[in-house]
């Protein structure tokens, strides 16, 4: 069955630099894959897509990349702030549904 | 904005309670989906649906069933409750079907104790 595996403790990072958040995913073949953010209590928020021909997408402080041979897709935060600091989400996805992982918690400190 | 509600934030109901679970979006999306979100489990997709009375099973639709009566709502039924449904349940919307990948608006969470 479909397994997606995400960091599963809490990555602390100093505030400014660079936090990389892993996805791993097996016995899968997914078209895309999605990153969401979700704060406690809250529903999660999209932030990225990036699509299997695609190796990398940015967006402002955030690039994700994708390799399908290695079946995993990594997520940059750059010049990470407090406000950061928030659960995320990647889901891997093919026709009409994703798959969501546990997600990673990160945690920014001042 | 894409707005999704959710009918309650937060609801205790007694085991063997017939329970219903709101979820309205607003942009007439095609999509709307049904989770729920464990400790350690992660989201887990119980149904979801493409079209006005179209209906599909998720991972795990064993104790649950929905309705599509209307486009902008989709509703989670639990037709006699038991305390392993106790659990934060999510409601979402994307715009359509397909595997272009539509990312998917969610609402504010429902969380529901059954005692």
């Known amino acids: 069955s479909q397994k997606i595996e995400q960091n599963s403790e809490a990555l602390n990072i100093q505030e400014g630099k660079t936090a990389t958040l892993t996805c791993n995913y097996t016995n899968y073949s997914p078209a895309y894959l999605q990153w969401y953010r979700q704060d406690p209590g809250r529903g999660p928020v999209f932030l990225l897509l990036?699509?299997?021909?695609?190796k990398e997408k940015r967006k402002e402080r955030l690039k994700v990349t994708f390799d399908t041979t290695l079946k995993q897709s990594l997520f940059h935060i750059t010049a990470s702030q407090p406000a950061d600091s928030a659960t995320y989400l990647c889901a891997p996805g093919g026709y009409q549904k994703v798959t969501f992982g546990t997600g990673t918690k990160l945690q920014v400190i001042p | 904005d894409v707005k999704v509600t959710q009918s309650s934030r937060y609801l205790v109901k007694r085991t063997g309670e017939k329970v219903f679970l709101e979820c309205v979006q607003d942009?007439?999306?095609?999509?709307m989906f049904w989770y729920r979100q464990d400790p350690g489990l992660g989201l887990r997709l119980i149904y979801f649906?493409?079209?006005?009375?179209?209906?599909e099973k998720g991972d795990i639709p064993e104790g649950y069933s929905v309705s599509r009566e209307k486009k902008e709502r989709f509703s989670l039924i639990l037709e006699s409750a038991s305390t392993n449904q106790t659990s934060m349940y999510l409601c979402a919307s994307s715009l359509w079907a397909g595997s272009s990948g539509e990312e998917q608006y969610f609402g504010p969470g429902t969380r529901l104790t059954v005692t």
């Open positions: 649906s493409y079209d006005v009375k179209m209906k």
């Open positions: 990036i699509r299997e021909n695609e």
């Open positions: 942009m007439d999306h095609e999509n």
